[in-house]
């Protein structure tokens, strides 16, 4: 039996001592963040990938270690259990192994079976399998036993039949066979319910639609489930017609393997074959379909989460614009457009309403007051939410930039998903407890635009909406992988102690909320932290913590020029060697890359700094507390491209990938409306994996190939050589390239869709993906899959 360190070891590719010296540091409470950047000698130098993978198949692991100890002690007390039982248990490596060998025991509520051997019939149950020449009615006679009903031969056949339906089905050998068997020749079929056409007019490529089990990406499943959820569709389980009319059945057959019988016209085989063929079909059938197709719902719901967790990462690591004096645009008609302007700390100098748009029209007054506004305060950055009058608005700012041509200012379109879910958050309410809502939604709009990440982890990531389904899935699993994406992205930044907020330091290895807010009031009490070492003041901030957070945690301009960096304080004795040994301050070396690259950092490893500390050390002086996120950039969105009816056909546009899903990525065009570039139409060679070619954030050009008024569907291509399709009179022109799987695209603030709607296009809040794409997506979908799958 292979212990959970050699397990891991196989399945992450690396050596058991990496994986025993990296569970050692996850057992005393240190971090995946830390280990990955700090204890890379320990363990042999696994990434932050590898580090959660190892997190989370070690919590499996464990968990089944336990449950097999509870499966064997209760085998024990039960004075059931055999060497060849144990073994078995003791060599299953998944929990539906460990599940399937425990049934038998398993303490359960009374069965038919058990009413049966409470009769005393398993005798005849027995000898009926054992020897069946026998006469079953005329054996059955001397069964009859008034006390428990069994008052003919019939009765005493229908118990004996539940005896052995139940022993068979509780097989772990045949469980496994035909587990096996289903998952790779059955089918997933969908059909609509009776009378919901209508109703269920977004489901409708699935009316009758039928994949493999194994096969099925996790969008069509997770369609097929909302499908069924809202009574739209009946889901099941199917073998292909040729097996599922074979005779026998193939999973009846097994049943009589298993059994070790066969029909040979003996007296009692005609019973015994309704024995089998019950035992598949009323104890094995739908227990089976319910497992597998919760198998298939299972792996739908975890690449679902994968999508999720790449694209939040995608967006927290976007661009930050700067520390910049920004103005914050909540747009709106009959309620004006919202206006702060926060300094470039992100602290709120002024807020107001205009209202240039319909109703009331004041453009004149509301240029004057937006440009007196960036006068007074020197802005340089206008931060515009996408939502409602959103590109109207754009033009107003763009105004304010013409007429300020000496004061350079920069306008930018920004998402709003979750502003609403901030602005009502208590959060908010604590930040700004004499501010509207409505205003506090600007302001995250506005610093959003400065530093996305360090805004971001104010909300829920689950309502950030840059997933595919995300109210479909698992949440606790949804908020765990979400919760490492954050704290990943968060501590590969680091943050500045004296500026950053309590829910950012939150999010920091090693701290939590209750520390993080202890060093914010000691910030306010005792004003900016001069040095690390400060830190260990905080209340509650002990060795532990300081050793897994200070790394991560930097003092821009403190005493000592190495609380900048992301070198952690245990190592700064290294650096303080290596100013003694060339005979220079310590704080020349910082940036000093031309000295820097002439050290050999071999020179300097000891028994407890290795040459990848030493290496990272270095590096890290070259340009201490860089950020790791691309250089800022904004799309330049069309000039008189404002609404769906201004786009055409083969009209070339920038934009900004908004999602990515498995079928596509969704781009802003700034008409309100994000379109689909289908994964066929992203690059000029096939894409298997539209992650590959592009993330959330990214500027990319696109071209219009078709654009449905009705539905509010637009279809992009970035294959510049694509041409629409001219369709037949009365047809809606389509793209050549599979039709796009054309959904529209609607980000809203507080529902968190980014990008992805339900089935049908219609915009539903808290994300989804999409059930109908077109016929000839699917079909081009289902083929590459066929294809890849032979």
Not at 707 to 717: A, F, G, P, Q, Y
């Given at each position: 039996m292979r212990s959970i360190e050699q397990i891991i070891a196989e399945e992450i590719g690396c050596q058991e001592r990496q994986v025993n010296a990296a569970v050692a540091l996850l057992d005393e409470g240190s971090t995946v963040p830390f280990i990955a950047r700090y204890r890379k000698e320990v363990t042999g130098g696994l990434d932050d990938t590898q580090l959660r993978n190892l997190e989370e198949r070690l919590r499996y692991l464990r968990e089944m270690e336990e449950r097999r100890e509870t499966i064997l002690k209760s085998i024990t007390e039960q004075e059931k259990l055999t060497p060849e039982l144990e073994k078995a248990i003791k060599a299953a490596d998944t929990k539906t192994r460990l599940e399937d060998l425990y049934l038998p025991y398993k303490p359960k509520r009374r069965t038919r079976a058990q009413i049966a051997r409470e009769a005393g019939l398993e005798p005849l149950a027995n000898s009926l399998i054992d020897d069946p020449t026998q006469d079953p009615e005329a054996l059955a006679a001397g069964y009859l036993n008034e006390e428990h009903k069994i008052a003919t031969a019939k009765d005493a056949l229908d118990g004996a039949k539940q005896i052995l339906m139940e022993r068979f089905a509780e097989d772990a050998e045949l469980l496994t066979r035909l587990r096996t068997f289903l998952w790779d020749k059955g089918q997933i079929q969908a059909k609509v319910v009776e009378g919901k056409e209508k109703d269920g007019a977004k489901f409708s490529d699935y009316f009758d639609h039928s994949e493999t089990l194994k096969g099925i990406p996790s969008h069509r499943a997770l369609a097929l489930f909302r499908g069924r959820n809202e009574g739209i569709l009946h889901v099941s389980m199917v073998l292909p017609e040729e097996l599922e009319n074979a005779q026998p059945h193939p999973c009846e057959a097994m049943v009589t393997a298993v059994a070790d019988w066969q029909h040979a016209g003996r007296a009692a085989d005609d019973w015994l074959k309704e024995v089998?063929?019950?035992?598949?079909?009323?104890?094995?059938?739908?227990?089976?379909?319910?497992?597998?197709?919760?198998?298939?719902?299972?792996?739908?719901?975890?690449?679902?989460?994968?999508?999720f967790a790449r694209n939040l990462k995608s967006l927290l690591m976007a661009s930050p614009a700067g520390p910049k004096c920004t103005m914050g645009l909540d747009p709106g008609l009959r309620t004006g457009v919202k206006v702060v302007v926060v300094d470039a700390t992100g602290k709120l100098l002024e807020h107001t309403t205009i209202f240039p748009h319909q109703p009331k029209k004041q453009w004149d007054q509301s240029l004057s007051k937006l440009t007196a506004l960036s006068k007074q305060h020197g802005v340089e950055l206008i931060?515009?939410?996408?939502?409602?009058?959103?590109?109207?608005?754009?033009?107003?700012?763009?105004?304010?930039?013409?007429?300020?041509?000496?004061?350079?200012?920069?306008?930018i379109i920004v998402s709003e998903a979750g502003a609403s879910v901030y602005s009502a958050s208590e959060m908010a309410a604590l930040e700004f407890p004499e501010l509207d809502v409505s205003f506090r939604g600007a302001v995250s709009i506005a610093r959003r635009l400065q530093d996305p990440l360090a805004e971001l982890v104010k909300i829920d990531p689950k309502a950030i909406g840059v997933g595919q389904y995300q109210h479909d899935v698992s949440q606790v699993?949804?908020?765990?992988?979400?919760?490492?994406?954050?704290?990943?992205?968060?501590?590969?930044?680091?943050?500045?102690?004296?500026?950053?907020?309590?829910?950012?330091?939150?999010?920091?290895?090693?701290?939590?909320?209750?520390?993080?807010?202890?060093?914010?009031?000691?910030?306010?009490?005792?004003?900016?932290?001069?040095?690390?070492?400060?830190?260990?003041?905080?209340?509650r901030l002990g060795d532990k913590t300081f050793e897994q957070a200070a790394g991560f945690l930097r003092i821009m301009n403190g005493e000592n020029p190495l609380d900048r960096s992301s070198v952690h304080p245990e190592a700064y004795p290294v650096v303080e060697r290596i100013a003694e040994q060339h005979g220079r301050p310590l704080k020349d070396l910082v940036g000093d890359v031309p000295f820097l690259k002439k050290v050999n950092a071999a020179d300097f490893t000891d028994d407890n700094?290795?040459?990848?500390?030493?290496?990272?050390?270095?590096?890290?002086?070259?340009?201490?507390?860089?950020?790791?996120?691309?250089?800022?950039?904004?799309?330049?969105?069309?000039?008189?491209?404002?609404?769906?009816?201004?786009?055409?056909?083969?009209?070339?546009?920038?934009?900004?990938?908004?999602?990515?899903t498995n079928f596509g990525a969704f781009v802003d065009v700034g008409v309100h409306q994000d379109g689909l570039v289908h994964v066929s139409a992203l690059a000029d060679k096939f894409v298997?994996?539209?992650?590959?070619?592009?993330?959330?954030?990214?500027?990319?050009?696109?071209?219009?190939?078709?654009?449905?008024?009705?539905?509010?569907?637009?279809?992009?291509?970035?294959r510049m050589g694509d041409q629409p399709t001219e369709k037949p009179s009365g047809q809606r022109p389509t793209s050549n390239r599979a039709n796009q799987?054309?959904?529209?695209?609607?980000?809203?603030?507080?529902?968190?869709?980014?990008?992805?709607q339900r089935a049908g296009g219609q915009p539903q809040g808290g994300g989804g993906t999409f059930a109908d794409l077109f016929a000839k997506a699917k079909e081009e979908k289902q083929k590459k899959d066929s294809k890849k799958r032979s």
């Open positions: 089998m063929r019950w035992t598949w079909k009323i104890k094995l059938n739908t227990h089976l379909e319910t497992e597998l197709l919760g198998r298939v719902r299972e792996m739908g719901e975890e690449e679902a989460i994968q999508v931060a515009i939410g996408n939502g409602t009058a959103s590109r109207e608005t754009d033009k107003l700012a763009g105004e304010v930039v013409k007429l300020l041509k000496d004061q350079p200012i920069q306008k699993k949804l908020s765990r992988s979400l919760d490492t994406v954050v704290e990943d992205c968060v501590n590969s930044v680091g943050v500045d102690v004296n500026t950053a907020s309590a829910p950012l330091l939150a999010r920091i290895a090693g701290l939590n909320s209750t520390i993080a807010g202890n060093i914010v009031s000691f910030r306010e009490k005792n004003g900016a932290f001069a040095s690390r070492a400060n830190l260990k003041l905080v209340p700094f290795g040459l990848p500390t030493v290496t990272d050390i270095l590096s890290e002086l070259e340009k201490p507390g860089r950020d790791p996120r691309p250089e800022f950039k904004a799309a330049v969105l069309k000039e008189g491209v404002e609404t769906l009816k201004d786009l055409k056909q083969n009209m070339i546009l920038e934009g900004t990938v908004t999602n990515v298997e994996d539209p992650h590959q070619v592009v993330a959330p954030g990214d500027i990319v050009k696109v071209k219009v190939l078709d654009v449905d008024l009705d539905r509010k569907r637009i279809s992009l291509t970035m799987a054309n959904k529209g695209n609607n980000p809203r603030r507080g529902g968190g869709n980014g990008g992805a």
